[in-house]
């Protein structure tokens, strides 16, 4: 496999007050686990210029100024696109924690109950190629609509400036920089045209978040955005479907290591999801 979700269901050792925002402390943890398993590959991860190939959440579940509770479940996300991370991460490979074991963050000890592969919105594995097989090499015309869930604060780095709308050439044009940079075979750059003419917004229910992040306090939006094919580009049709799939392994936007831009195409029927709290 080359592209991984895994989701951790964890408790809380004891009642404690933890800072809103936990991403950097997940990010953390996740980069000790990995230097205990593959030193170099860690090391690569932390110094990556540019998208590393992992992503993490922030623990979710606890809501603003509450202490997190032993009496409750919570959880915690890591993804790789990066196909020699990957295997790192995979429970079938020994995952980063089993069951029974701990994970602390910012001195609470969190005891994992639960290791969750697949069967779960967010969790799951394929392999580009798999993708590449399933949305580029078919002529069938794809739905010309797409809704991505963003459920974690998502913003966009534009120069200086960072940007918090999803317009569709910044959230494609991201993932597409991210595929290029680790799948066996490259999109052209030709598509972002592509995508900046041939795509738009039919919908959205956004609202927007701050997440204290090193440079400061910083806003992202969280909900959600359905996309629309202007024309009946089948190239297009199914690049923006692959790119969308992809995006629940990759992430979306700027800090995806450290809790932000947790996204992922949603079903017709699948109803708006909590986010996850900035």
Known sequence: MDLISVVWEVRPERAASLPRWLGYAVYGAVLRRLAERDAARAGEVHEAEGPSGLTCSTLMGPREGEAVDPGRVYRLRVTAYRPELAPLIDPEGGALWGEGERIELEGVPFRVERVIREGDPWAGWTTYEELIARYGRTPRAWPREVALQFTSPTAFRDGERWNPLPVPEAVFGHLM??????????????????????VGVARFDLSSRAVRVKEGVRIGCVGRVRYRVLGEDRYLQAMVHLLAEFARYAGVGILTGMGMGQARALREEERPEPEAEA
Do not use: D, H, T
């Open 177 to 198: 920089e991210k595929w290029n940079r680790f799948a066996p075979a490259v999109l052209p750059e030709a598509l972002r045209e592509m995508v900046a003419a041939g």
